[in-house]
Structures are given as structure tokens and as C-alpha cells.
């Protein structure tokens, strides 16, 4: 079956460092993948996708790039701000349209 | 404004007692789910619905009912809840590419 696989947190940067928050997956096919975001206490939100190999997903100075030759879709940001600080998945949509989620990273922004 | 709500947001309640959490969606989509987030796990799916009389189990469905009477609403109903039940609930409605999630349920059952 499919799988998502993220690095651990927490993750705890100062404001503007540099982020990575790496994801691997497993499908078969090809998947399309996601990054969502849950920030305190809410629900969690899209923040950038990518639906084929090679495609490069960004918002709100976040990137992804698709990666299928080793099967990863990492998450960065040049500058991290506090208001970034939350919750971040990584999760994959196969044939159907079943989310498979990664186990979340914890970002925590000092200023 | 396109929103997907729950309710309710909280909920304690007693081992055995019969809950509905309702879920509702305005963006006309067929595709509505359940997932239970929690920590260290990520979110795992409980039902998913691919239209109306149209209900199919997750990864994580005992213990769970659903039902899809109409387009909009996706009810989660837990028949007997218990302990291992305590969690915090997401409902999403989904497009052609992208799910709309619901502000949670934080469910405790004691």
C-alpha cells in the first residue's frame, strides 16, 4: 500500500533560517503529492502540491519539488517567519482519492 | 465563502453513549471523508463517501458509522464510543485535486 514517510520534530529554527522538512513516499503509479499545513487550532490547509515528477509546487515562499527518481517530495523555505510556526504534512493521493498523510513536523520559530 | 464546518468543535462524553458529529460541506462535491488525527500517527481515514448512498471504509473504521443521505452532509456516528475512540476528528470535502478540511472535533470520551 502507499506510505508517506517524514522527517521527525520537533524543529526548532530562529527566524530567517533556512527550512527542510524532508518527505519520502511509497506508491504505486503515480501519485500526486501534497503539503498541508495546520497552524493552532485549526483545520489543516493546502499548502502547495504537485501532481507529476518534476513539477515544483510553491506558496507563500514555501517550495516542493517532485522527485521521483528518489521518490521524495521535500519541503523548504529560505527564510522562515514566526507566523510560520505549525504543523506540516506530507501526504500522497493515489487512484483514488484517499489522502495517505505522513506523521506531521512540529515547526517552532524564535524570533 | 467555501467552507466545510463541523460540529460540535468540543465534545466529553461517557463510555457507551451514542454520539453524531455532523460534518457539512458548500461546495457541491461528491467526495467527502472522515480522518482521526493522532499524535505521532499523522491523520488516518475512517470513511470516505464518493457520493450520495455511496460509503466505503478507511484504514481505521471499527467502531465508526457513516451515512450520506445528501450531497452536503457527512454524519461520523460513534454507536457505543470508547476511550480509545478519544481523538481529534477532521471531516474534508474534496474536488477533483484538492481536500477542504474541516476545523476538527476534539472528541474526549472517559
Known amino acids: 500500500g502507499n506510505s508517506v514517510t517524514q522527517m521527525e520534530g520537533p524543529v526548532t529554527l530562529s527566524e530567517e533560517a533556512f527550512l527542510t522538512i524532508n518527505c519520502t513516499y511509497t506508491a504505486t503509479g503515480y501519485p500526486s503529492l501534497f503539503w498541508y499545513v495546520q497552524y493552532p487550532g485549526e483545520g489543516l490547509q493546502l499548502l502547495l502540491k504537485a501532481t507529476k515528477a518534476d513539477d515544483k509546487g510553491s506558496n507563500k515562499g514555501f517550495e516542493a519539488t517532485y522527485r521521483k527518481e528518489t521518490t521524495s517530495f521535500h519541503l523548504e523555505k529560505g527564510s522562515v517567519q514566526v507566523s510560520d510556526s505549525a504543523v506540516y504534512f506530507c501526504a500522497l493521493r493515489g487512484s483514488a482519492r484517499q489522502l495517505t498523510f505522513g506523521s506531521g513536523t512540529q515547526l517552532t520559530v524564535l524570533p | 465563502e467555501a467552507q466545510v464546518t463541523q460540529n460540535p468543535r468540543y465534545l466529553i462524553t461517557v463510555t457507551g453513549k451514542k454520539l453524531t458529529v455532523t460534518c457539512s460541506q458548500n461546495?457541491?462535491?461528491?467526495?467527502m471523508s472522515w480522518y482521526r488525527q493522532d499524535p505521532g500517527l499523522g491523520l488516518r481515514q475512517i470513511y470516505y463517501s464518493m457520493n450520495v448512498e455511496v460509503t466505503d471504509k478507511g484504514d481505521v473504521p471499527e467502531g465508526y458509522k457513516v451515512s450520506r443521505k445528501e450531497k452536503r452532509n457527512f454524519p461520523l456516528i460513534l454507536e457505543s464510543p470508547s476511550p480509545n475512540q478519544t481523538s481529534l476528528y477532521f471531516c474534508a470535502s474534496s474536488s477533483v485535486d484538492t481536500q477542504y478540511f474541516g476545523p476538527g472535533t476534539r472528541l474526549t470520551v472517559l
Open positions: 461546495m457541491n462535491h461528491e467526495y
